[in-house]
Structure formats: C-alpha cells, structure tokens
C-alpha cells in the first residue's frame, strides 16, 4: 500500500492521472446529453461575468466540461498533493487553477487561505469567474462565509450551481464525492444569484450564508430529480 501511496505523489504518476481524468471527464460529457435549469443560464451568467459559481464538495468534477471556449474561469485547488491531480486536469480542460486552502468558517483565516482569497479576488478583478466549493472544510453542505466574503469584497454575483448524472458512483466518504458515469442523462442547474452588499455586516452576512446554503441544496436536489426521474422516451 505504502509503495503505491508512494508512486501517487511523483510528479510523473499526478500528471499521467490529471490528464487521464480530464480525458476521461470529456468522454463523460461527449456522451451524455445534458439539459440546462433555466434554459437560458448561460445567457445569464455571460450578462454578469465575471461571477462565482459555487457548488457543493465532490459534487463538481463534471463542471468544467461545461465551459464554454471563450470563458475565462479560474478554480480554486487545495495545495494538498491530491489537489495537484485535480489542477493538472482543470488546467486541460482549459480551467485555470488558484492553489490554496479554503476558509474554516469565519474566513480565510490561515496564510494560504489569504493568498487564496487575494487570488480570487485578483482573478476576478482580470475578469475571470472563479468556480469553487462553498462547504466548510470536511463538513458537507455547511457553506462557509469566506465566498460570502468574496462576493462582498469582490461585488460579484455567486450562481449557487450543481450538476448530475443519471449514471453515477457515490464514494462513501465525507462530502459522498460523486464520480459521473458516462453514456447518461445529465442535469446543469443555478439557483437564482445572491449578491452580498458592500457594507453587510456580520448579521447580513451569516443571512447570505444561510441563503447560499439553501439555495445549493436547492439546486442539487432539483440536479439529481431531473436524471432521477423516469425516462420517459422509453
């Protein structure tokens, strides 16, 4: 086990399974055909770019195969070595990456996480969207305020998005990290924007927290309903 854990953290091995996964997530998306909630959502986001679109912890590996050629997103990527993987096959997928930490539920309280909101905020200043997870780190649909923050701080929307397939696997771990199958029916979903004043107090924003919650679990329960329910071509 040890000897495998070891091979895993060399440069060569995260570069041959970032791009493997990014292959194998473009496979996933030539072959499944996705409907959009609402319709229009690209239309949408593009009207306000740049924005953040936020969704739950290993509900999102799918999502860059959404993007459009000529978005500019950037994602945020933990430092951890496992977080290498994941950037080598965002940055395929022609998703730039924001190495760093997220916060712990107050804010980005560390040094990697202030270089990591610093970094978001600068991408969004360029013009890029910035994708990340709202969750508290290891707990699971507990959003934090640092993107709350981000969102006051930067002046730009967060699209509370979540994306499904109707052919999955689930690992049973903390956040149910979802692994899309190919050959599915597959759902993209925004809930509506939540914009975050300027001058929000602590008050105004644990309120924003709260509705970014509600509307993520909003959004991903009506992911999974849309490929959940029967297909009723057959």
């Not at 699209?159 to 771990?173: E, F, G, H, K, L």
């Given at each position: 086990m040890g000897f495998w854990r070891d091979i895993g953290r060399q440069q060569w091995a995260k570069v041959a399974i970032g791009v493997a996964a990014a292959e194998y997530l473009r496979f996933v998306g030539a072959t499944s055909r996705f409907t959009l909630e609402p319709e229009d959502i690209y239309q949408r986001g593009e009207a306000e770019m740049p924005i953040i679109l936020a969704f739950w912890h290993g509900q999102h590996f799918i999502a860059p195969v959404g993007r459009k050629g000529e978005h500019r997103v950037k994602m945020l990527v933990s430092r951890h070595h496992d977080g290498e993987v994941n950037a080598i096959a965002a940055e395929r997928l022609g998703v730039g990456t924001i190495r760093g930490s997220g916060n712990h539920g107050n804010s980005f309280v560390h040094k990697a996480g202030a270089a990591a909101f610093q970094g978001m905020l600068e991408a969004l200043a360029d013009g890029y969207s910035v994708a990340m997870s709202a969750d508290v780190p290891k707990v699971a649909r507990v959003a934090g305020l640092g993107i709350v923050k981000l969102a006051q701080a930067s002046g730009r929307p967060i699209?509370?998005?979540?994306?499904?397939?109707?052919?999955?696997?689930?690992?049973?771990?903390w956040d149910r990290t979802t692994i899309n199958l190919p050959f599915s029916r597959g759902s993209g979903v925004a809930a509506e924007p939540l914009r975050v004043a300027a001058d929000a107090d602590e008050a105004a924003l644990e309120a924003a927290r709260r509705l970014l919650e509600e509307r993520l679990n909003a959004a991903t329960e009506r992911a999974y309903a849309l490929v959940d329910r029967p297909n009723r071509s057959k």
């Open positions: 699209y509370p998005s979540a994306i499904a397939t109707s052919r999955r696997y689930v690992v049973d771990n």
